[in-house]
């Protein structure tokens, strides 16, 4: 599960970018992503549908609500003050259940706030499962 957050207007050239490098730093390949997952209010930003059609997977919006109970190591106030949850992409990626791989990371544009965070979990573990593969990841 590939969790994201974004500011209103964030481009897919930017999600993309994040989520690829993101991937790319952790070993991951593209295709062991099967769905990108948000808050709900950020869930038709087109930035964030963009990405998703690039990696061709659907997006998953989730309540900010149950966002806010997920626990999670890197809360932020400002995503509290903006959606209503402490947390979006860590949050999004650990809503299904599963362990956090890569914590939240922040792509910066324009030299302003963040405007785009991802962060990586999965349901199963590689460490020890011989059939490990895309399938664990939702």
Avoid: F, Q
Avoid at 30 to 40: C, D, F, Q, S
Avoid at 86 to 107: D, I, N, Q
Wanted: hydrophobic share 45%.
């Amino acid at each position: 599960m590939v969790g994201i957050g974004a500011r209103r207007g964030a481009s897919a050239e930017d999600v993309s970018a994040l989520v690829e490098a993101t991937l790319r730093g952790a070993g991951l390949p593209p295709l062991a992503v099967v769905e990108l997952a948000t808050v709900a209010a950020r869930a038709a930003e087109p930035g964030i549908l963009g990405a998703a059609e690039r990696l061709g997977v659907p997006v998953r919006g989730y309540a900010a609500e149950l966002l806010a109970d997920v626990r999670v190591p890197h809360p932020s106030d400002a995503a509290l003050a903006a959606v209503g949850t402490p947390s979006v992409a860590e949050a999004a990626a650990l809503a299904g259940g599963g362990v956090l791989l890569v914590p939240k990371r922040t792509a910066r544009s324009g030299g302003g706030p963040g405007t785009v965070t991802c962060a990586v979990a999965c349901r199963g573990h590689p460490e020890g499962d011989p059939e490990w593969n895309r399938s664990v990841w939702t």
